[in-house]
T-cell receptor, first 115, second 112 residues
């Protein structure tokens, strides 16, 4: 079974630009979560989607947004990039629903550098 | 509120034991442990629910003290493959792993 796939793996943007990151969850998983990882703050929760609906949101500004498609694939978007947005963005999926065990399956992340 | 992990880093010889602690100032429903190797995705280790149940996985086990809102991860007879950064994630309500609040991590280095 293929794991969680994130694209692109690396990208460089400049301040003020916007970026879209993509995540394909494990087949059959309906829940997708996004986390920002930085050396100073560690892993911080951005948001979680289940069956195309945002169920939970972390404490990030409105520049950070996401969505989930009917095939469970998810995208997150960051607009008006700031230097502090440089981070590894991790996507995690889980089955959700009755089969949920709580275990998150993480992708290898998209490393964003903002210049 | 981000849980506090201790120690921040630890260096051990292969075969030694390690304990990593995770403390919260808020009442917790569950504690989740993950390990991340450099350049790789975090990998799930175990979940502990309130009630103090101790879970084990081979030579890695953990406990959850509900009164103290503290969880400890025990690595027995550490192996080189145990090296990595260990994160605890906490959840204050039930409903799965969405919205975990992670600690800043504990860097574990196992030397031969």
């Amino acid at each position: 079974k293929a794991g969680v796939t994130q694209t692109p793996r690396y990208l460089i943007k400049t301040r003020g630009q916007q970026v879209t990151l993509s995540c394909s969850p494990i087949s059959g998983h309906r829940s997708v979560s996004w986390y920002q990882q930085t050396p100073g703050q560690g892993l911080q929760f951005l948001f979680e989607y289940f069956s195309e609906t945002q169920r939970n949101k972390g404490n990030f500004p409105g520049r950070f947004s996401g969505r989930q498609f009917s095939n469970s694939r998810s995208e997150m978007n960051v607009s008006t990039l700031e230097l502090g947005d440089s981070a590894l963005y991790l996507c995690a999926s889980r089955p959700g629903g009755a089969t949920n065990t709580g275990e998150l399956f993480f992708g290898e992340g998209s490393r964003l550098t903002v210049l | 509120q981000q849980p506090v992990q201790s120690p921040q880093a630890v260096i051990l010889r292969e075969g030694e034991d390690a304990v990593i602690n995770c403390s919260s100032s808020k009442a917790l429903y569950s504690v989740h442990w993950y390990r991340q190797k450099h350049g790789e995705a975090p990998v799930f280790l175990m979940i502990l629910l309130k009630g103090g149940e101790q879970k084990g996985h081979e030579k890695i086990s953990a406990s959850f003290n509900e009164k103290k809102q503290q969880s400890s991860l025990y690595l027995t007879a550490s192996q080189l493959s145990y090296s990595g950064t260990y994160f605890c994630g906490t959840k204050r309500t039930g409903g799965g792993a969405d919205g975990l609040t992670f600690g800043k991590g504990t860097h574990l280095i196992i030397q031969p």
